[in-house]
């Protein structure tokens, strides 16, 4: 026996990891290991206190315990003299720091974020080994007095908070390297401040703060600098001797202008000033000869100081929303530029020297009045080229042309000349000013995640560094579902931004009938619409159609009130003006001065119901072409998935519509995501089993032939296509295709999509090329932008590619009180769930309990790769979207599956289990082991018919026995020891615990 406590190690550890295991109360066995036991990790529980025995583990030197439930820390931590790290954040309830952890005296790192604490105890000061203090997103007031205490801090963090002062005695923290004091209240900085001559980080956005000390200039080591959202109007010229100082950010202040002295920061590598005031740039930005990003958007500037072109190793330039009615020539200069902006100014011209800009990839020149583009332009290697906000393709087609007076080439397009920026325009001043905000992507915001209860923190701008301050706020439990809603909320949201952002010139029309309004209109008062199209512009609202349509309806104004004007009704006449074949300007201002008694007679879009609608148009023929015939009507469509992974596994729509269907789009993408069990879903579950059938038996695709090209021409059914992508070089395609694949394919085919009425295409096909655009070796991105994009007839080439091995359809049904029984391992983002291929991201069958409903199923089996429930992908999907998805499905539940891995061999490959079974027989349990076996397990959280809301397992959390974490209930103690050495070193099997006063 000896020898094999030898060869398993000592029997006390030095480190215990039991995160995410569902534990609501601090473990007893931990006490056998005090004498050893340096690291304690307990995070993600429900823990609500922490017993005076944690005094005796005298050896700890890492304690971590957030996410739990702790409403307080016991004196006893007083006695932990080693301690060198310590994690209590995001427990919500815990309200104070006890004064005895100042007895910590080697305490060098310690987090209390997320919390309720509202003042740290004076005595705290005395940790003089405390390098690392982090207090974000509490309810703190203020700082301690005195922190002179404090001389070894490096880094102080306390963001989101509700400090209004900073305490005179911060300047005593000689050796502070980052201090963010970011989105509190402050409103002045002491003059001290200025003492932290080793500050190299300094945050204080979102603050109320109105100037700056001009102390600011001992600041000798400082690189970032963040005052952004405050309401500074001037910059002290101190401000300019902050020699070291590499990335500035000024965005929403009140600033009018910029000293002269900023050419000071000769190691200036990003200044960010957009929204703010400012009119001109000082010359002496010119010798900033280091700086990479300059952003100028948002502000009122005329014109760019000449010297800009010595800014040679300048790569972004953002001037966007400016009143720039010229560029210098010298841009020219600027060899570095890879992205130009200047979006939304007053030009006419663009200096030719910009085509000398080699390295340009991005130019923006949208909304402006730019007459014509040096062909020298046309010749660069532009990824994107914005003429304007309504152009389909990022490139326009440009060509040669001639000015036969001059002798100029210059490069003609549809697009040029520009006219003054009409389309969709305002009616009413006020409702302009309330759409000219500041674009949340040009904002750079040093932050916690999304808080469904705060404003949305949004990503840097192209091209931007990624911020060394950014954070991510891990949620708690009890948030997760209203989390889950703000998600779906703002998915549906930015399904409308992205809608609205493309043209309605590829919509298919509707029938229309006519409609009139009448209200009256007291002079001054706003109509509240807007309208679009009309002679004179761009292009025609509507193709062969250069009508007066309504493309906004303002909430509250008149045509809202009275209740009888829709979105995209084309106005044919008011009064006796007719707006037949009247230019959009005439239109705009006949609406602006009409008042009185006003009678509108419309022509309104008839919009069929979904489940009667058919395709209509004309179909191309060719000779190699399978031609869609809309013969059939349409059924109820396939309930549309709600996972957070709809972007990997991206429905393919091109819905063309813009805001004026915003309330019709959210309403239909609710009712999609509804999984009761309706008469309306019971229609669709009738088709979904018809669907299931003919994915596994190819039904009416029994034609196809495998290993095939073939080329499909596809009408839009209601303008989807209907169906999902998965792959690209920079995505998974499993099951498809092996990992490192980068084609693209389909991974579900919508019941009477058009993809499905073609009766040619089918779930893993491979997809070569949409019209005319290879997708092979390119991103998924790049792949749903093409399909996207696509107009009403879409010509594709695919490969039948053999159906997935094993692929089979499985219903199982349960009554109203059976368990599901099924749990489930993997998800993007998530800990594998394959255990013989740790890069795939799929979704597995990882347990079935007996006695449920899924054990009635011979079908299934543990290793089987779940492809579809109810219809929904989770191709691409998280663990925790999973999860969700089972939660919510209904009985029948329909399981779409396929060969995914053998468990016989995944047991093989980590043989813990069979270990941990020879333990078991050698060896009797221990009393410890005895009394958790009596005890009943918790219920398995991933068993989707019981649980509730439970956080996603960490991702660097480990495995046991092959199962999902948080799919097991807690392991007994010994077991759990077994489990935290990872394999280096296993303990002896389970004997009787030592008696006290005895020693190993």
């Not at 957009?274 to 005329?302: C, F, H, M, R, Y």
């Not at 200096?351 to 991005?362: A, E, T």
């Not at 619409?529 to 009309?534: K, L, M, N, P, T």
């Not at 062969?544 to 045509?559: C, P, Q, R, S, W």
Request: glycine residues 6%.
């Amino acid at each position: 026996m000896s020898v094999f406590r030898q060869c398993l190690g000592p029997r006390q550890l030095e480190e215990i990891d039991r995160s995410g295991q569902g534990i609501n109360r601090f473990p007893e066995d931990l006490h056998r290991h005090r004498k050893r036991l340096q690291t304690l990790i307990l995070d993600g529980n429900a823990i609500r206190e922490i017993p005076a025995v944690i005094g005796n583990f005298n050896k700890l030197q890492k304690l971590s315990i957030s996410n739990n439930e702790l409403e307080t820390l016991p004196e006893a931590i007083s006695r932990l003299t080693h301690l060198q790290e310590l994690n209590v954040s995001h427990n919500t309830a815990l309200a104070e720091v006890p004064e005895e952890v100042q007895s910590c005296k080697s305490l060098a790192i310690l987090d209390i974020s997320a919390t309720a604490v509202q003042a740290l105890p004076d005595t705290m000061t005395q940790l003089t080994t405390l390098t690392h203090l982090t207090i974000n997103d509490s309810e703190l007031k203020r700082l301690p007095a005195d922190m002179s205490g404090l001389s070894n801090l490096k880094v102080l963090e306390a963001r989101e908070n509700m400090l209004k002062f900073l305490p005179v005695s911060i300047a005593s923290l000689k050796r502070l390297q980052r201090l963010d004091l970011g989105s509190n209240e402050i409103e002045g900085l002491p003059r001290t401040i200025g003492c932290l001559v080793g500050l190299e980080e300094l945050s204080l956005d979102e603050n109320g703060l109105t100037e700056l000390p001009p102390e600011l200039n001992g600041f000798s080591a400082l690189r970032e600098l963040d005052i952004s959202k405050n309401a500074l109007v001037k910059l002290p010229s101190e401000f300019c001797e902050m020699k070291a100082l590499t990335d500035l950010y000024l965005s929403e202040n009140c600033l009018t202008e910029l000293p002269e002295e900023i050419g000071k920061l000769t190691n200036l590598t990003l200044l960010k000033v957009d929204g703010n005031q400012l009119t001109a740039l000082p010359e002496s930005i010119a010798s900033l000869t280091q700086l990479k990003e300059l952003v100028l958007s948002d502000n009122a500037i005329d014109t760019l100081p000449t010297g800009i072109g010595r800014l040679t190793k300048l790569e972004s330039l953002h001037a966007d929303k400016n009143h720039l009615t010229s560029v210098p020539y010298q841009i020219g200069d600027c060899a570095a530029l890879h992205i130009l902006t200047l979006r939304d100014n007053q030009l006419t011209e663009v200096p030719r020297s910009i085509g000398q800009l080699s390295r340009l990839r991005v130019l923006d020149l949208a909304c402006n009045q730019i007459q014509r583009l040096s062909y020298s332009i046309a010749e660069l290697k532009l990824s994107a080229l914005w003429l304007s906000e309504k152009q389909s393709k990022s490139v326009p087609n440009l060509q040669k042309d001639i000015d036969t007076d001059s002798g100029d080439v210059f490069a003609a397009c549809d697009l040029l000349p520009q006219q003054p920026r009409d389309t969709d325009s305002e009616l009413a001043n006020e409702e302009h000013n309330e759409q000219k905000a500041h674009d949340p992507d040009d904002e750079r915001h040093v932050a916690f995640a999304p808080d469904p209860n705060k404003p949305e923190v949004v990503a840097p701008i192209i091209g931007e560094r990624q911020n060394v301050l950014t954070r991510t706020k891990t949620p708690y439990r009890n948030e997760l579902k209203e989390i889950k809603a703000v998600a779906r909320k703002k998915h549906m949201e930015d399904k409308r931004a992205s809608v609205a952002s493309r043209s309605l010139s590829a919509s298919p029309d509707l029938p229309r009938e006519p409609a009139e309004a009448t209200f009256t209109r007291d002079p001054g008062a706003s109509l509240g619409i807007s309208v679009a199209g009309g002679t004179g512009v761009e292009q025609p609202f509507r193709e062969d159609d250069n009508g007066v349509f309504i493309t906004k309806i303002k909430e509250g104004g008149l045509a809202d009130e009275c209740k009888q004007f829709c979105m995209w009704d084309k106005i044919l006449q008011v009064n006796e003006f007719s707006f037949e074949d009247i230019s959009h300007d005439t239109a705009v201002q006949y609406l602006k001065e009409a008042t009185g008694l006003l009678h509108f007679k419309l022509s309104r879009e008839v919009e069929p119901k979904e489940e009667d609608a058919t395709a209509t148009g004309a179909l191309a023929n060719s000779t190699n072409s399978v031609v869609v015939h809309d013969d059939q009507p349409e059924q109820a469509a396939a309930v549309a998935s709600p996972l957070a992974a709809a972007a990997v596994a991206a429905s393919v729509s091109n819905d063309d519509s813009t805001q004026a269907r915003e309330k019709h789009e959210d309403e239909r993408m609710e009712e999609k995501s509804k999984l009761t069990m309706t008469k309306e879903a019971e229609a669709t579950l009738g088709d979904l089993d018809k669907h299931l059938e003919d994915s596994i038996s190819e039904g009416k695709k029994e034609d196809i032939v495998d290993g095939i090209e073939e080329e499909i021409t596809l009408q839009r059914v209601n303008r989807s296509l209907g169906m999902s992508i998965v792959g690209g070089n920079d995505s998974s395609s499993l099951p498809f295709a092996p990992a490192g694949s980068a084609d693209v394919f389909i991974s579900k085919v919508v019941i009477q999509g058009a993809a499905d009425k073609s009766g040619r295409l089918r779930m893993g096909d491979r997809i070569i090329e949409v019209d005319g655009q290879l997708l092979s070796n390119q991103s998924h991105n790049f792949a749903v932008a093409a399909l996207i994009n696509s107009g009403d007839i879409v010509k594709m080439r695919v490969y039948h590619q053999a159906q997935p091995d094993g692929l089979v359809a499985v219903d199982i049904h349960r009554s109203l009180d059976e368990r599901l029984g099924l749990s489930i391992k993997g998800g993007v983002d998530s800990r594998p769930g394959n255990p013989i291929d740790k890069d795939d991201e799929g979704i597995f069958v990882s347990k079935i309990r007996e006695q449920s409903a899924a054990s009635k199923c011979p079908e299934l089996r543990v290793g089987q790769r779940l492809v579809e429930v109810n219809g929904q992908t989770l191709l691409g999907a998280t663990h925790f979207d999973a999860v969700a998805v089972l939660k919510e499905a209904t009985t029948p539940v329909k399981l779409l599956l396929c060969d995914g891995y053998d468990e016989a061999l995944a047991r093989s490959v980590s043989p813990a289990d069979s270990l941990r079974e020879s333990l078991q027989q050698i060896s009797p349990p221990s009393p410890s082991a005895m009394k958790a076996e009596e005890l009943p397990s918790p219920p398995e959280m991933d068993d989707v018919d019981i649980s509730p809301e439970t956080l996603p397992p960490p991702p660097d959390a480990e495995e046991e026995q092959g199962e999902d974490a948080a799919a097991m209930p807690a392991p007994p103690p010994d077991d759990a020891d077994l489990r935290v050495e990872s394999g280096e070193e296993l303990p002896p099997p389970p004997m009787e615990d030592t008696a006290p006063g005895a020693t190993d």
